[in-house]
């Protein structure tokens, strides 16, 4: 089982069937308990289930500089459009459904031709916001920034980090994509 408390994304592994039941936002899956959405891992010791527990729903302003984790909705030739779902250190929820834009050349500090092998719907990534008027940019910039999670296209199984790739433990598929340093760790709150 994860510590209590620990900010959680789809997908993440919270605990194992012989310790939990799923509860709240949580599903079991071969012996394991499964986070379905983005929230605080809790116990529920009345019925020794897991639960997630969404973030605070407050309205939370969108500020330039901030550090954001979105999920990717749309990879166009020259954008790649995604959904904020939290915003780094601001225990909050962000108001509403507000989405963002990364333009394909403030995606990597090195020059990138194609966003195809960069990101991919689905995918979980941190950037920083950079303009928020009249719509909101991002930038992933950086060995901090880029996915920090990301599931296989073939299975939607999480991937994992083999040097500088991404592997489906499930079936074996290689993926690229724009990595970041921590890919894995589901540090959420980490401001950059
Ligand atoms: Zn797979």
């Given at each position: 089982?994860i510590?209590e408390?620990?900010?959680v994304?789809?997908?993440?592994k919270?605990?194992?069937?012989?310790?939990?039941k799923?509860?709240?936002?949580?599903?079991?899956?071969?012996?394991?308990i499964?986070?379905?959405?983005?929230?605080?891992?809790?116990?529920?010791?009345?019925e020794?289930?897991a639960?997630?527990e969404p973030?605070?729903?407050?309205?939370?302003l969108l500020h330039i500089?901030?550090?954001?984790?979105?999920e990717?909705?749309?990879?166009?030739e020259?954008m790649?459009?995604?959904?904020?779902?939290?915003?780094?250190?601001?225990?909050?929820?962000v108001?509403?459904?507000?989405?963002?834009?990364?333009?394909?050349?403030?995606?990597s500090?090195e020059?990138?031709?194609?966003?195809?092998?960069k990101?991919r719907i689905?995918?979980?990534?941190r950037?920083?916001?950079?303009?928020?008027?009249?719509?909101?940019q991002?930038?992933?910039?950086g060995?901090?920034?880029?996915?920090?999670k990301?599931y296989?296209?073939?299975?939607?199984?999480?991937?994992?980090?083999?040097?500088?790739?991404?592997?489906?433990?499930?079936?074996g598929r290689?993926?690229?994509r724009?990595?970041?340093?921590?890919?894995?760790?589901?540090?959420?709150?980490?401001?950059?």
């Amino acid at each position: 089982m994860i510590e209590e408390g620990t900010t959680v994304l789809p997908g993440d592994k919270v605990a194992v069937s012989e310790e939990l039941k799923a509860g709240k936002s949580t599903y079991e899956e071969n012996g394991e308990i499964i986070a379905a959405v983005v929230g605080k891992f809790r116990v529920n010791r009345e019925e020794m289930s897991a639960e997630v527990e969404p973030l605070s729903s407050t309205p939370l302003l969108l500020h330039i500089g901030d550090t954001a984790i979105g999920e990717v909705k749309q990879v166009t030739e020259a954008m790649v459009i995604l959904k904020i779902i939290h915003i780094a250190g601001k225990h909050r929820q962000v108001a509403g459904e507000r989405d963002a834009a990364i333009h394909i050349s403030n995606v990597s500090d090195e020059f990138v031709e194609s966003l195809k092998g960069k990101y991919r719907i689905g995918d979980i990534l941190r950037g920083k916001i950079i303009r928020v008027e009249p719509a909101i940019q991002m930038s992933t910039r950086g060995k901090e920034f880029g996915v920090i999670k990301a599931y296989c296209t073939n299975c939607r199984s999480p991937l994992v980090k083999k040097g500088e790739i991404l592997e489906c433990p499930s079936c074996g598929r290689v993926e690229e994509r724009k990595i970041a340093d921590d890919y894995g760790a589901g540090d959420l709150d980490r401001v950059i």
